[in-house]
Structure formats: structure tokens, C-alpha cells
């Protein structure tokens, strides 16, 4: 195995892009290390992409937050900024692993890692977050929800990486939130994770949502239907008993030790409702 | 497999050390550099027992590749006390009797001072929070949690700190 910490985006693109196949990029380490340790994988090159310039850094842009890849979740925890706009997102990065985890998980390596359980993943989604992609072709921004496609696999094309996390501007009167189920009260993987961002008018109707679930299906969940029975009401019992619905009804889960089918359709709708409550009453301020 | 050249600083001192890119920290401070206090419980994150700060940031040692030390700072359990006398942190779990075996003591005394550094007064559930990534298979923990708040409020002025006194009363 190679260990290179190149300084500049063009050369983590070419070194991932020249070893294609078994480079993998070192965010944090937290599951990368794990299967490197464990004999999962046998990489011929690792890319750490932290010292790269910009990677540790949080940046105001266009009113959102640009959250480098290299970010870790406990310095997004202290970022008083980026707390204020998305505590949802804020709270889901938290919930990763423990202080010590925290203290080098990054959003992005969450993302890539596409474990359909990660956390800050459906935060993200109902956030409306973009991931910037650096690659051989120069960047683009991409969904959130477009980058997982199974489990532990990515839509990241050779060479390419995320280089950044955007949370965008919240529009007044908007929260959101991120709620998930586990056993115990920390140190252990969502049964069920459910993200709600919502926008209310002047007068208190939604004028928009987003309702995204994780650990439910294959991959993370943007749930339209869900988010459509909030839009136009005062998110009433009656709106979110809509919202509960449609949640169960997306969810097509696995049956394991963690949960079975029917816990998990059931939770998912459980906690879409809760997690509504709570963005309801950021919203209201 | 060519070995990598790391400069760091471990525990206020200038170090270098060579290492395979594989190796973690953790192999790297136990197996190169002697410093054997961070203790691999697991190797995957769970238990805390190799915790180690990095640019003050509280992690796990094992999930990261010494490659990655190079030009950080590195504080570790052997650099706390401070020669001979003990860090308030070590004296209350003496005092408290909150270790038995003490493998998971070492990281259980880095973490409880990095929340101490962020958080001066904690609450216990901040502090059990704090410490849920450490594993502690012998006491139960309530003589750990007891440790670092007495040693919290002892940090803070709250109480006399007196270390002969505090270890005549634990003996
Ligand atoms: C004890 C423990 C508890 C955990 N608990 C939780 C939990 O509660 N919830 C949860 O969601 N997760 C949990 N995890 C998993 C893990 O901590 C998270 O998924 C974390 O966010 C991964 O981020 P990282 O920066 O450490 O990624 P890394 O380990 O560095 O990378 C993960 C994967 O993504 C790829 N990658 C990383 N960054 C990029 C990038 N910028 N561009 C392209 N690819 C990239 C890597 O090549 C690798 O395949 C836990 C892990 C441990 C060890
Ligand atoms: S040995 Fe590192 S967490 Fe257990
Ligand atoms: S004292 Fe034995 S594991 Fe904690």
C-alpha cells in the first residue's frame, strides 16, 4: 500500500484517476480504517485528501455554509454558523459514533462511505444539500441523494472525489430536523433515520418540505409524497398523519437483528412525524 | 515497501519516526516509540482504549495511519502527569477507585481531560455522553463518572486540592 497526502485537488485527481481500482480516498479514516484493518480491502494506494487547502475549512457562500471534505463533525458541531442554519444536519453529524469518532468522521466520507444507515445522510437530502465533485473532467455539483446508489457503492465516477459539502441558504421561516431509532442512547447503528426540513408563509401554511429516510431501502430515500402531504397545510395532526403514511408506505427494508420489516415500516412513519414537529417548531422560531 | 518519514510532535516533544503506511498511530506509539499507555482494546473504533488527542481533537489512535501524524501535535496518556505529580484527573481515580483491571484507563484519563479542556463543568449526563466511547468491562462506570466530576469541581476551585490528603483518604 501507497500513502500520498497530495496539497492540491489536481493531484489527488490524478493519483486517483492513474491507480483507478483499488485507490480510496482517506477522509477521516473511521470506515475506511476499519476495512483496511480487517483485510476488507486491500488498497494499492490511499488518497488522504485532508491537506489539501480548503478541505478543513467551513465557508460562507451565497448565505449557506461550504463544508470542506476534511471537515470533522465535531468542528461542525461547534460552528456556531452552521448550527444556527441547519441544526438538523448539525444534530444527525453528532449522533456519529462516539466524541472520539466525531472528532474525525467528515459528512462526506459518510456520504461516500453509502452506508444506507448513515446518519447525517437523510439530514443532508432534506436539507437540500449538494456535493461538489472534483475529477479529471474539472467539478460538478451533484444531489446529495444522487451519490449513494447502493450499499457501499457511489455514482463517483475514476478519479473523482467530493471535495466539499454545500448547505444551502435556509429560506426564512424554515427547520428541519433528524431523528433516529437505536436500542440504546448512543454508539450504534439507525434502525430507522428520518431527515424533515420544512418552510412555512407568513401566515403559518408549509410552502415547502423535504422528507428523506435512512436505513429503510437500499439507499436514502427522498420521499415526495411525504413532503407533498405537508405543503399547503398548517402541518396539522391530519398533514402529519399523511406524512407518517406515506413514510411507512416508501420503505422497503431489510429484515435483520437490528429491526424487523414491519418495526422498521412502522418506526419510519413514527419518527417522520416527530421529526416534523420539531422542524415545525424551528420554523416557527 | 518503502517506509515513510513522519515528523511530529508526541506529548510537547519533537519526534521522528519511520512507519509502514499501514501502521496506525497506535501501532506507531506502542510498537515504535515505546509509548505503550494507549492500549488496543479493539482496533475498530469501539472502545476507547487507544484515545489520543491530535491538534487537541480527542481520537481514536487505532483508526488512524501514523502517516498522519506528520506535522500534527500528539498528546498521549504518558504525557499528563506532570513528572511525578498527577494529573487532578489521575489522583480521583485513585482516590474514587475508578479503575480494577485499567486497561481502559489510559484513554478513559485522555478523553475525561479533553471534555475537562472543552467544558470545564460539565454535567454528568454531558460527561457519560462524552464518555460513551469508552469501554470500561470491570468498574460499572459510577466510580469513573464520580472521578471526573469530583475532579471537575476540584479543576474548577471548588474544592481544596490537597493530593496528599486526597490519597491518605483513598488509602
Ligand atoms: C465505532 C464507530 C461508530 C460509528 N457510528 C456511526 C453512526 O452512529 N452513524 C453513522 O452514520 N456512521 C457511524 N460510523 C461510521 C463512520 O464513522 C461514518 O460513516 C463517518 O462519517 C465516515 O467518515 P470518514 O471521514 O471517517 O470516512 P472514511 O473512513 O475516510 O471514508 C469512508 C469511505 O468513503 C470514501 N470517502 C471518504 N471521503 C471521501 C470523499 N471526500 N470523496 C470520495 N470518497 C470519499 C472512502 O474512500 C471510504 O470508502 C461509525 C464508525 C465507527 C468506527
Ligand atoms: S482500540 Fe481503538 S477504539 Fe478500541
Ligand atoms: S478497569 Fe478494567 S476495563 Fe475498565
Redesign the pocket.
Same mark, same amino acid.
Given at each position: 500500500m501507497r500513502y500520498e497526502a497530495p496539497q492540491s485537488v489536481d493531484t489527488a485527481v490524478a493519483l486517483l484517476a492513474e491507480a483507478a481500482g483499488s485507490a480510496?480516498?482517506?477522509?477521516? $479514516? =473511521?470506515? #475506511? *480504517?476499519?476495512r483496511l484493518r480487517s483485510g476488507h480491502i486491500e488498497p494499492e494506494l490511499v488518497v488522504d485528501?485532508k491537506r489539501i487547502e480548503g478541505m478543513r475549512a467551513i465557508v460562507e457562500e451565497d448565505g449557506g455554509w461550504r463544508i470542506g %471534505?476534511g471537515v470533522p463533525?465535531a468542528e461542525l458541531g461547534e460552528h456556531a454558523g452552521v448550527r444556527g442554519a441547519w441544526p438538523g444536519v448539525v444534530e444527525a453529524a453528532g #449522533?456519529?459514533?462516539?466524541t472520539q469518532?466525531q472528532g474525525? @468522521? =467528515? *459528512? %462526506?466520507?459518510?456520504l461516500?462511505?453509502a452506508?444506507p %444507515? @448513515?446518519?447525517?445522510v437523510p439530514a443532508m437530502v432534506a436539507a437540500g444539500a449538494t456535493a461538489r465533485i472534483a475529477g479529471p473532467g474539472g467539478t460538478r455539483d451533484v444531489a446529495v441523494e444522487d451519490i449513494p446508489t447502493g450499499p457501499g457503492r457511489t455514482s463517483?465516477r475514476p478519479g473523482e472525489?467530493? @471535495?466539499s459539502i454545500y448547505l444551502p441558504a435556509p429560506a426564512p421561516r424554515s427547520g428541519d430536523a433528524y431523528l433516529r431509532f437505536i436500542p440504546r442512547t448512543e454508539?450504534?447503528?439507525?434502525v430507522v433515520g428520518c431527515g424533515v426540513a420544512l418552510t412555512l408563509d407568513e401566515g403559518g401554511t408549509c410552502i415547502a418540505a423535504r422528507v428523506s429516510l435512512g436505513a429503510v431501502a437500499a439507499k436514502v430515500l427522498l420521499v415526495g409524497k411525504a413532503a407533498a402531504a405537508l405543503v399547503g397545510t398548517a402541518v396539522d395532526d391530519t398533514a402529519l398523519a399523511a406524512l407518517s403514511a406515506a413514510c411507512s408506505e416508501a420503505c422497503s427494508p431489510i429484515d435483520d437483528k437490528r429491526g424487523t420489516v414491519a418495526f422498521r415500516t412502522h418506526v419510519a412513519g413514527v419518527l417522520a412525524e416527530r421529526a416534523a414537529r420539531i422542524a415545525l417548531s424551528r420554523a416557527k422560531g | 515497501m518503502s517506509q515513510i518519514h513522519v515528523t511530529t510532535k508526541i506529548n510537547g516533544d519533537e519526534t521522528e519516526f519511520l512507519c509502514e503506511p499501514e501502521d496506525t498511530l497506535l501501532d506507531v506509539l506502542r510498537d515504535r516509540l515505546g509509548l505503550t499507555g494507549a492500549k488496543e482494546g479493539c482496533g =475498530? $473504533?469501539?472502545c476507547g482504549a487507544c484515545s489520543v488527542t491530535v491538534d487537541d481533537r480527542l481520537v481514536c489512535s487505532c *483508526?488512524m495511519l501514523g502517516a498522519e501524524a506528520e506535522g500534527r501535535e500528539i498528546a498521549t496518556i504518558e504525557g499528563m502527569a506532570d513528572g511525578e505529580v498527577l494529573h487532578p484527573l489521575q489522583r480521583k481515580f485513585i482516590e474514587h477507585a475508578a479503575l480494577q483491571c485499567g486497561i481502559c484507563t489510559p484513554g478513559i484519563l485522555v478523553a475525561a481531560k479533553s471534555l475537562l479542556e472543552n467544558n470545564p463543568d460539565p454535567s454528568e449526563e454531558e460527561a457519560r455522553y462524552w464518555l460513551a466511547g469508552n469501554l470500561c468491562r470491570c468498574t460499572g462506570y459510577d466510580k469513573i463518572i464520580r472521578a471526573v466530576m469530583d475532579a471537575a469541581a476540584e479543576m474548577r476551585g471548588e474544592i481544596a486540592n490537597d493530593p496528599d490528603d486526597s490519597l491518605r483518604r483513598a488509602s
Open positions: 480510496h480516498v482517506l477522509a477521516g $479514516g =473511521t470506515d #475506511l *480504517l476499519v485528501i %471534505a463533525s #449522533l456519529i459514533g462516539s469518532i474525525r @468522521a =467528515t *459528512l %462526506a466520507g459518510n461516500c462511505n452506508s %444507515a @448513515a446518519d447525517s463517483l472525489f467530493v @471535495a454508539m450504534d447503528i439507525a | =475498530t $473504533g469501539d *483508526l
